[in-house]
């Protein structure tokens, strides 16, 4: 793939980017390198005064950052806004917090005195999607600088410039050179990454394909990695509910950054008594969306990022439709206007069990079963791969209960949408991958947890 800005709502190349040489990538990691041996030994208190300046220039340049996002991938503007903001929340999140996250923990044993010490442990690559250009960054960056390691990013390639825009914003909040560095590289390039001695471990956030292969490196070199993959997010809906409320969650949590998320809600179940209902109101809803121009206020829907996704979500609907799927609302590029757009799309009547139930459908198509029970609802929320998060409304208290505890995911949201929040750790089971983000969780997954004892 080029390292390339190409507007997803019009198509226009917008900058193309060299790659980095060889000889960049080896200074890149000499540099990041010389920085961790310093900057290891950085108290909490000056490393969270920098954070917080990475938060106030995240917060003053809001504006242009969001262009910048909405120009390469295409989601609508006031999302962007509202990711940058996040993105400063969880700077000031781990400013406030990463001293007492990692902070030494006394154990009772028979050692005169003996506890549990949190240390860096160098440079950890992160290899970022596009879908989140910003937070999903952000939300490495403040962990990883915070406790003393130093981050290399290879961002995906459709993102050059708000790659190079992180980089410059944590420059500009004071941290030393080399701690923060962006490589523009191709996929192809992250092997030898990892297989380098002063790579500790990696992250990444992406397709399974990608994160099986990163981690194959990494196993090989006996490298840690954090893995944070795809999702078919259920989002179930049970008679007591709700509805009109599940409606309007469900619309926005299918629609979010232009249906494009992993936590976004792919699937949903709904049993069979308020089926027509819910059916016909997230109908009325889909057919309200405004698509178009992601920069406009009140688009709803922007552009898919990249001409491939669109034949991607295309050729997923057609297979659905011929294993016997009926089209309720869109099901076809928009083929009026440049760029990549896809409409509002609900598909019903999906054979179970067929190879589309179980797939991730990476734009806005909304995929609607109905179930009998609770026990049906249950089992078919748990028939994919996947296990990132769930969604499930109910106003009865055991219903709740048993939806918690058997719904296998990372995360389990009670009338409320999949999200993510910094005091919450964030992370899937099965084949949305493994390892947190955010929370205590997030910061102790890249340091050397050292058991001291001294007699
Ligand atoms: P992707 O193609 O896997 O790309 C993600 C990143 O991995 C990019 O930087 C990409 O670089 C790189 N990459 C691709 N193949 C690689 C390989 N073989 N080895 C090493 N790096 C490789 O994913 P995407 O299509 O951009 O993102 C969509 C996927 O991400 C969806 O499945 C979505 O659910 C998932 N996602 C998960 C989370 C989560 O937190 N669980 C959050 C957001 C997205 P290039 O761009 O240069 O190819």
């Not at 902070?103 to 442990?121: E, L």
């Not at 879908?131 to 003393?148: I, S």
């Not at 922007?302 to 609907?317: F, N, R, S, Y």
């Not at 294993?323 to 409409?343: C, E, Q, T």
Request: negative net charge; proline residues 6%; contains cysteine.
């Amino acid at each position: 793939m080029p390292i390339a800005t190409i507007n997803p709502a019009t198509g226009e190349l917008l900058k193309t980017f060299e790659s980095n040489t060889d000889a960049e990538i080896a200074d890149k990691l000499n540099l990041g390198q010389q920085a961790y041996l310093h900057y290891r030994q950085t108290d909490y208190a000056k490393k969270a005064f920098w954070m917080q300046k990475a938060a106030e220039i995240l917060e003053l340049e809001k504006a242009e950052f969001a262009k910048l996002m909405t120009q390469e991938m295409g989601k609508p503007f006031t999302s962007a806004i509202a990711e940058v903001e996040k993105s400063a929340s969880v700077c000031r999140y781990y400013a406030k917090h990463a001293a007492d996250f990692l902070a030494d923990v006394a154990v009772k044993t028979d050692a005169s005195h003996s506890f549990v010490r949190y240390q860096p442990i160098g440079i950890i690559l992160a290899v970022m999607p596009w879908n989140f250009p910003f937070w999903q960054v952000f939300r490495f960056v403040a962990p990883a600088l915070m406790a003393g390691n130093v981050g290399l990013l290879k961002h995906a390639s459709n993102v050059p410039q708000c790659a190079l825009a992180i980089e410059d914003i944590i420059q500009r909040a004071g941290f030393p050179k080399g701690v923060f560095q962006t490589l523009l590289i191709g996929a192809a390039k992250v092997a030898d990454l990892i297989a380098d001695d002063r790579v500790k471990a990696a992250t990444l956030t992406g397709s399974e394909p990608a994160g099986a292969s990163l981690a194959a490196a990494a196993g090989k070199q006996i490298k840690k990695t954090v893995l944070e993959l795809g999702g078919s997010d259920p989002f179930i809906v049970l008679e007591s509910a709700d509805i009109e409320a599940a409606v309007v969650t469900a619309t926005t949590a299918r629609m979010l950054n232009n249906g494009q998320s992993c936590i976004a809600a792919k699937r949903f179940i709904v049993v069979e008594a308020i089926a027509d209902k819910f059916e016909k109101l997230l109908l009325e809803k889909f057919l309200a969306l405004k698509v178009g121009d992601p920069m406009l206020p009140d688009t709803d829907l922007g552009p898919l990022a990249t001409p491939d996704l669109l034949k991607e979500i295309d050729a997923q609907v057609q297979a659905c439709v011929e294993s016997g799927a009926k089209v309720l609302i869109g099901g076809h590029p928009l083929s009026d206007r440049p760029g990549n757009f896809y409409p509002p799309t609900i598909i019903k009547d999906i054979p179970p069990g067929s190879p589309s139930a179980q797939e991730e459908f990476f734009g806005p198509v909304a995929m609607l079963f109905r179930v009998p029970d609770i026990e049906e609802a249950i089992a078919l929320a748990n028939a994919t791969p996947f296990g990132l998060g769930a969604s499930a409304w109910t106003t009865n208290a055991q219903e709740s209960d048993r939806l918690i505890e058997e719904i296998e995911a990372g995360a389990v949201f009670i009338n409320s949408m999949v999200k993510s929040d910094p005091r919450m750790p964030f992370g899937g089971i099965k084949r949305s991958g493994y390892g947190r983000e955010l929370s205590i969780q997030g910061i102790q997954e890249f340091v050397n947890v050292k058991t001291v004892w001294v007699k």
